[in-house]
Each structure stands twice: as C-alpha cells, then as structure tokens.
C-alpha cells in the first residue's frame, strides 16, 4: 500500500488528450486566506461531456477549487481556462454556460419550488418553463413543485439544487458532494441523473466526493486532493488497468472516525 505522503508532489496530469475539447483546466491554481494558504499548485483538465470525480477527504480543499472556478472567490495565483478562455475577473459571459451547487444549496424557503425556479431563470434570462418542469422530473420532483421549499426534506433541498443547476442547460456542471443527504435509492438515482447528463447531453461534469465507491461508478477521469494539492489524475480506464494499489485517507467526522479509500 502507498502512502500518501510518497506521492504528494508528483502530480501525474493526462498529457495529449488528442482533439477533445478542454472544457475546464486550472494551472498551478492557488488560494490563500489571511495569510493560510488553502490549496495551491492545482492542476485539472475536465474535457467536454466527461464527468470529473474530484477526490478528497472533508477539508482538503475541493470546495475551495469549485468556488474559484465558478467566481466565488478570486485565485490568490494561477489561472483558470473556461471553454478555451482564460476566465478574467468580471467576466460573466462563461457563467451563463455553467451550473453548480457548492457547499449547501440556499433557496427562497417560503417560496415554492416552482416560484425558486422561475426566479433562477429569470435572473439568468433564461425563459423556458418546460425546461422546469423537465428539471422537477429528472431529480424526482415532479409532484412536490407546488410545495414550499421549507418544508422540504435535506435530500429535497438537494436534489432541488441540482434541478436549478442543470434548469437552463449548462455546459459545465460543478457539484460539491452532491449526494450529501441522500438515502441509498436517491444516491442511485443521484448517479444515474450524471451518467444521463453526461452521456446523452454532453455535459461536462465536476462532481466532488470523499467517498471513492460513489465516484468510481461515473467518473471518466478521477483527480485527488489531499491537504490543498493535487495528488494525481487519471482517467479511470487507465487507474483499472495500471493501479491496484490504495491510499486510505483518514477522516474525521463529528466524534466518528472514518476512511475514504482513494484508488490512485
């Protein structure tokens, strides 16, 4: 078995990805906060229609990375490509192509489901009430859309945030631990949703976990963060025929201690 700190450094990024087209890369992207720096040195490429699992146990700074890509917080150094651009402070232009859900989704509580929705899309210009209803269907919601938000369950509210994320057709799709809250059958349908996303729309998918069993059932490509830098990347075809080994990164989580298994 490896162990993590052997390879922290060695950043093992997939060189000629032939004439696919980059929808995501950050190079040697970095953030620091009062003076703590938080991630530094990342490097990803997520390509078009392919889903991205980004690895790391609760703190390692996946969050911090989506948030920079999806302009929450402004990169202390590096760079970020967006559609073949690099992503300049005030540019809105790419955001209108994206859709995310970062850390925990925030609604109108009193609001139905249906009126959060229409607020979303109406703020993006986005004017299609179909696509509405067909977000509500896929994340199974048809049914409740009526139904103030603030009595909807934490998988509810979950799967809601994915509907908004995905409502006005983005390209790129930024998802941080989306299966938070989730019981067993909706991780399921979770999983089934970003394949669907993927493989039939051709959207390109950033989706964090700590949990590898998740990630490995979708994921194109797998990148692991561990205390703010890169790991490794790879893709999963190639992590199944050349890796078996693991690196166990150990977590804590409230008085429980646990592990996430990162196959690298």
């Known amino acids: 078995m490896k162990s993590l700190a052997s390879i922290i ?15 995501l890369r950050t190079y040697r992207l970095g953030k620091t906060i009062g003076g703590k720096r938080l991630v530094s040195d990342v490097n990803m490429t997520l390509r078009k229609g392919e889903i991205y699992g980004f690895l790391g146990q609760n703190g390692a700074g996946k969050t911090t990375v989506m948030k920079m890509i999806a302009t929450i917080l402004r990169p202390t150094e590096g760079e970020i490509e967006l559609f073949g651009k690099p992503l300049r402070t005030g540019d ?23 009126e959060n929705l229409e607020l979303h899309c109406e703020y993006m210009g986005y004017y299609n009430k179909k696509a509405i209803f067909e977000a509500l269907e896929m994340v199974d919601l048809t049914g409740a859309e009526d139904k103030p938000v603030k009595q909807f369950s934490l998988g509810m509210k979950q799967r ?105």
């Not at 060695?10 to 980059?22: K, W």
């Not at 409502?167 to 399921?188: F, H, M, S, Y």
């Open 92 to 114: 809105t232009e790419p955001l209108k192509r994206m859709g995310s859900v970062i850390e925990y989704p925030i609604f109108y509580e009193k609001l139905t489901a249906l």
């Open 160 to 264: 809601l945030g994915i509907a908004r994320a995905i409502v006005t057709k983005p390209e790129l799709l930024l998802l941080d631990e989306p299966i938070n809250g989730l019981d067993p059958g909706g991780i399921r349908d979770m999983r089934n949703l970003l394949t669907m996303l993927s493989k039939e729309f051709g959207i390109s998918i950033l989706v964090s976990s700590h949990i590898l069993g998740e990630i490995e059932h979708i994921a194109d490509t797998v990148g692991v963060i561990h205390q703010g830098r890169m790991v490794k990347e790879m893709s999963m075809e190639e992590l199944r025929r050349t890796q078996h080994d693991y690196v166990e990164i150990a977590t804590l989580q409230s008085a429980e201690r646990g592990r996430t298994q990162c196959l690298i």
């Open 9 to 23: 450094g060695n950043i093992n990024t997939r060189e000629g990805i032939g004439n696919v087209t980059a929808v």
